[in-house]
């Protein structure tokens, strides 16, 4: 009897708390979901890392037909926008260490943050790719 | 709270505090040190790209196969590819509620980090080890 009581407690349709959708969207609100999403495409861009170096491994022509691709004008977008996801997902982790130490919860410091950390992510992505053309 | 007598808690579990997951704070733990350690190891990963653009096949193997961009880029890996495995699955725990389902994408997470992390750290050694 205990039994069945625990697999029909599955099915009741208990109360939700209202959550999400109920608050003012809010930069900080953006930026978490920003930084899961970004920590999500990384997960599957490194599908590109282990091209390079399979393709390394497998010898020239491989990496030839790599270097091909990630030159061409999509490649470079993938590389422009990987340097810039890595960047935001980079600045929201070493926000989140503070957090984790308790630091930078006053609420005029967590908006200055967001913002921080909207515009320093694209700041190195630009400085990097700036270095690069006039270097390369 | 210790003195409440309705606590079920024996002492040994609390002290243990390993909570009904059984493994405590290990997640969370592993989840910010490998962040601390992709801190300067993703800049550098950049760096080696970075370095790499543009040379021909026989720089790029050249510059992969010193010990230390090696050593690196394998710790690089190591650390990233355990990262996301653990951040995919807090996204699969959140947002997968269909038990079965929950189950599967766990077990496809774990398996697409392995293969990914064990890829590129064979194909540095291939490249560092020559071939």
Same mark, same amino acid.
């Given at each position: 009897?205990?039994?069945?009581?625990?697999?029909?407690?599955?099915?009741?349709?208990?109360? =939700?708390?209202?959550?999400? !959708?109920?608050?003012?969207?809010?930069?900080? /609100?953006?930026?978490? +979901?920003? $930084?899961?999403?970004?920590?999500?495409?990384?997960?599957?861009?490194?599908?590109?890392?282990?091209?390079?170096?399979?393709?390394?491994?497998?010898?020239?022509?491989?990496?030839?037909?790599?270097?091909?691709?990630?030159?061409?004008?999509?490649?470079? =977008?993938?590389?422009?926008? !990987?340097?810039?996801?890595?960047?935001?997902? /980079?600045?929201?982790? +070493?926000? $989140?260490?503070?957090?984790?130490?308790?630091?930078?919860?006053?609420?005029?410091?967590?908006?200055?943050?967001?913002?921080?950390?909207?515009?320093?992510?694209?700041?190195?992505?630009?400085?990097?790719?700036?270095?690069?053309?006039?270097?390369? | 709270?210790?003195?409440?007598?309705?606590?079920?808690?024996?002492?040994?579990?609390?002290?243990?505090?390993?909570?009904?997951?059984?493994?405590?704070?290990?997640?969370?733990?592993?989840?910010?040190?490998?962040?601390?350690?992709?801190?300067?190891?993703?800049?550098?990963?950049?760096?080696?790209?970075?370095?790499?653009?543009?040379?021909?096949?026989?720089?790029?193997?050249?510059?992969?196969?010193?010990?230390?961009?090696?050593?690196?880029?394998?710790?690089?890996?190591?650390?990233?590819?355990?990262?996301?495995?653990?951040?995919?699955?807090?996204?699969?725990?959140?947002?997968?509620?269909?038990?079965?389902?929950?189950?599967?994408?766990?077990?496809?997470?774990?398996?697409?980090?392995?293969?990914?992390?064990?890829?590129?750290?064979?194909?540095?050694?291939?490249?560092?080890?020559?071939?």
């Amino acid at each position: 009897m205990s039994n069945s009581k625990m697999a029909n407690s599955k099915k009741v349709e208990r109360p =939700l708390s209202p959550h999400l !959708f109920i608050y003012k969207p809010m930069l900080s /609100m953006l930026l978490s +979901v920003m $930084h899961r999403a970004t920590g999500i495409a990384m997960y599957f861009g490194t599908i590109l890392v282990v091209w390079w170096l399979m393709a390394m491994a497998y010898g020239e022509s491989s990496y030839t037909t790599f270097t091909y691709f990630m030159t061409s004008p999509f490649g470079y =977008l993938i590389m422009v926008g !990987f340097t810039w996801v890595l960047f935001h997902h /980079m600045f929201g982790g +070493v926000k $989140h260490f503070f957090w984790d130490l308790g630091k930078g919860f006053d609420l005029d410091v967590v908006e200055l943050v967001a913002k921080l950390a909207v515009i320093i992510p694209i700041c190195a992505t630009v400085i990097v790719w700036l270095t690069y053309i006039i270097l390369k | 709270m210790s003195s409440n007598g309705s606590d079920m808690r024996t002492p040994l579990g609390k002290v243990r505090g390993l909570g009904s997951a059984k493994d405590g704070t290990s997640h969370f733990w592993q989840q910010r040190l490998t962040g601390l350690a992709n801190l300067p190891l993703s800049l550098f990963f950049m760096y080696s790209i970075y370095s790499m653009a543009g040379k021909s096949y026989q720089e790029a193997m050249a510059f992969i196969a010193s010990p230390l961009v090696s050593v690196m880029l394998i710790l690089f890996i190591a650390s990233s590819v355990y990262h996301m495995k653990l951040g995919m699955q807090v996204v699969l725990e959140d947002y997968i509620h269909g038990e079965k389902m929950k189950i599967l994408l766990l077990i496809l997470n774990a398996f697409f980090a392995t293969f990914i992390g064990i890829a590129c750290i064979f194909s540095i050694l291939k490249i560092s080890f020559g071939a």
